[in-house]
């Protein structure tokens, strides 16, 4: 490789080989099936069989995902996804954007979950790519929709499903826990340990499961209203009026009378507070599978438990941004 004296700049300049590794001492071809082995076994197994130290291995995968990144082109997203994940102990945690019409997620950063973490997604558009936007969904979160209403103020905010039951879920949890403190030493029998019994969907239990649920319902009035309005609260995203949808939930809520079921109560406060988020279902054109988010939130978790050790989070931000893209050979 020759060396070139730079007049203008007074420095001295290597010759650049487009066929050669960012690695030193590698070709790219071979840095690509380094790569492509990685995305089937961990660094350390990769390292055994080629006989290379496992920080050389990472940096050839690390230059393999960037040019998967490179070659999916950048995104112009209609429909974001937002979430975020904790990415050690500690409450540390970062925000993950996805385009969910393209299933593929298109951002990874910030320094926590607050507003000025959002907005650095944001400051990467240029305002053609925040136009296109016209729906962003989200959990609950305030700093999320705070920097969604500033920076993206014409697009509609869809609050995920998944997070709205699992609030309801929690409340149902806490009528249990509270019946279990309240009823006589030989009727807790029936509520120890059936936790999961009422969480889940009647139709993911087992037999003996919906035996018990059977006998948990019969022996407690107050958890069987609760468990009743629980499995049905799953219909408000199944109509396509937003005025048929308020009139599902307005009865809903005007069964709680005289229940004394306060944790239902206080979600119904929340759901009222965040009504906007929650009715932008109803329109067809939001009518979006939801379910790629929890899912790559499962994808995140294995590539945590691999890299397990590793604290180089440029690399964990590349691992992600490319595990729904195609291989490349």
């Known amino acids: 490789m020759r060396r070139v004296l730079c007049k203008k700049h007074k420095k001295v300049r290597q010759e650049q080989l487009d ?22 076994s961990s660094i350390k197994e990769v390292a055994q069989e080629l006989q290379l130290d496992w920080k050389t291995v990472k940096n050839l995968e690390k230059e393999y995902l960037k040019e998967k990144l490179r070659r ?31 299933k593929r997620p298109i951002w990874f950063g910030g320094i926590d979950r607050s507003n000025s973490s959002m907005n650095m997604f944001y400051e990467t558009l240029n305002s053609l790519q925040k136009n296109k936007i016209r729906l962003a969904v989200m959990d609950m979160w305030k700093a999320f ?27 149902l949890d806490k009528v249990r826990k509270t019946e279990y403190k ?21 139709h993911n239990l087992s037999f003996n499961g919906k035996k018990a649920l059977k006998v948990l319902l019969a022996a407690n009035a107050r958890l069987n209203k609760a468990y009743i ?24 809520k005007d069964s709680l009378k005289w229940q004394r079921l306060k944790p239902y109560e206080e979600f119904v406060k ?22 790629f988010v929890e899912g790559l939130n499962n994808k995140i978790r294995v590539i945590q438990r691999r890299a397990y ?4 989070e440029e690399y964990l931000r590349l691992k992600i941004l490319t595990c729904t893209l195609p291989d490349f050979t």
């Open 72 to 102: 999916a082109g950048p995104a112009s997203p209609e429909i974001i996804g937002i979430d975020e994940i904790s990415i050690r102990k500690g409450h540390v945690y970062r925000i993950i954007v996805s385009d969910l019409k393209a």
């Open 182 to 202: 309240r009823v006589c030493e030989k009727d807790k029998k029936f509520i120890k340990g059936q936790k999961y019994t009422l969480l889940s969907r009647k």
């Open 309 to 312: 050790g590793l604290r180089d």
């Open 229 to 252: 309005l629980k499995e049905s609260f799953g219909q408000l995203w199944e109509y396509k009026s937003e005025i048929w949808a308020r009139k599902f939930f307005d009865n809903w």
């Open 19 to 40: 066929w050669l590794s960012e690695t030193r001492g590698y070709t790219k071809r071979f840095a690509y099936y380094v790569g492509k082995r990685c995305q089937a």
């Open 270 to 291: 929340m759901i009222e507070k965040h009504w906007e988020g929650i009715d932008s279902f109803c329109k067809p054109e939001n009518k979006i599978s939801i379910g």
């Open 145 to 171: 929709e705070k920097s969604a209403k500033e920076s993206i103020p014409h697009a509609a905010i869809l609050y995920d499903k998944f997070h709205v039951i699992r609030h309801l879920n929690e409340a």
